[in-house]
Antibody, heavy 121, light 108 residues
Framework: EVQLVQSGVEVRKPGESLKISCKASGYNFTNYWIGWVRHMPGKGLECLGI????????RYSPSFQGQVTISVDKSINTAYLQWSTLKASDTAMYYC??????????????WGQGTTVIVSS | DIQMTQSPASLSASIGDRVTITCRAS??????LNWYQHKPGKAPKLLIYSASTLQSGVPARFSGRGSGTDFSLTISSLQPEDVATYYC????????????FGQGTRLE
């Protein structure tokens, strides 16, 4: 069974750094693109970027380029989303999700449970 | 970037109604269009991929159609559990393009 298990709720102050995780199991981690999706309170879904764990090919959506870093650790089947300097506007739910069929041309068929990030002074 | 425009932004319907949500891409994307259902407190769920292919386990009352720039998601007979926000997403595999969602349609 494919599973993506995300790290828990995080509460940080503006200016702090943060790294959240997404641990995959039940499939060959290196063969499927992983994407990160943001859901801000009362807003729609936004794609931050995607990464191919096999070679760490990473593509950021323009709005998030330079704002976040997406990475993987193949040895433990885990993808990461990190911020070096958090802002209050980063407060949101963040989901990781796996793309189907080993490419990113099809939908995201398996999702993590989401990580709530709260940034407040 | 490819922009996705959904309509309507919100929709109120009755049980048993036929409901259609539309999604328009700012440039042709062939059939690289996916639909998701998102309920509060839950992760989004893939309903349709490649514009019209029903994801495994999704009820047959959901269907998708379209190609190029104009797409639609139809629920043939609305059920209580279909109350959710629905999003289209383009996944056109061109160099330097990025995945983008529509702004969502809230179905009540």
């Amino acid at each position: 069974e494919v599973q993506l298990v995300q790290s828990g709720v995080e509460v940080r102050k503006p200016g702090e750094s943060l790294k959240i995780s997404c641990k995959a199991s039940g499939y060959n981690f290196t063969n499927y693109w992983i994407g990160w999706v943001r859901h801000m309170p009362g807003k729609g879904l936004e794609c931050l970027g995607i990464i191919f764990p096999g070679d760490s090919d990473t593509r950021y959506s323009p709005s998030f380029q330079g704002q976040v870093t997406i990475s993987v650790d193949k040895s433990i089947n885990t993808a990461y989303l990190q911020w070096s300097t958090l802002k209050a506007s980063d407060t949101a739910m963040y989901y990781c999700a796996r793309h189907m069929f080993g490419d990113f041309e099809h939908g995201m068929d398996n999702w993590g449970q989401g990580t709530t990030v709260i940034v407040s002074s | 970037d490819i922009q996705m425009t959904q309509s309507p932004a919100s929709l109120s319907a009755s049980i048993g109604d036929r409901v259609t949500i539309t999604c328009r891409a700012s440039q042709p994307i062939s059939i690289y269009l996916n639909w998701y259902q998102h309920k509060p407190g839950k992760a989004p769920k893939l309903l349709i991929y490649s514009a019209s292919t029903l994801q495994s386990g999704v009820p047959a009352r959901f269907s998708g159609r379209g190609s190029g720039t104009d797409f639609s998601l139809t629920i043939s007979s609305l059920q209580p559990e279909d109350v959710a926000t629905y999003y289209c997403q383009q996944s056109y595999p061109a160099p330097r393009t990025h995945l983008t969602f529509g702004q969502g349609t809230r179905l009540e």
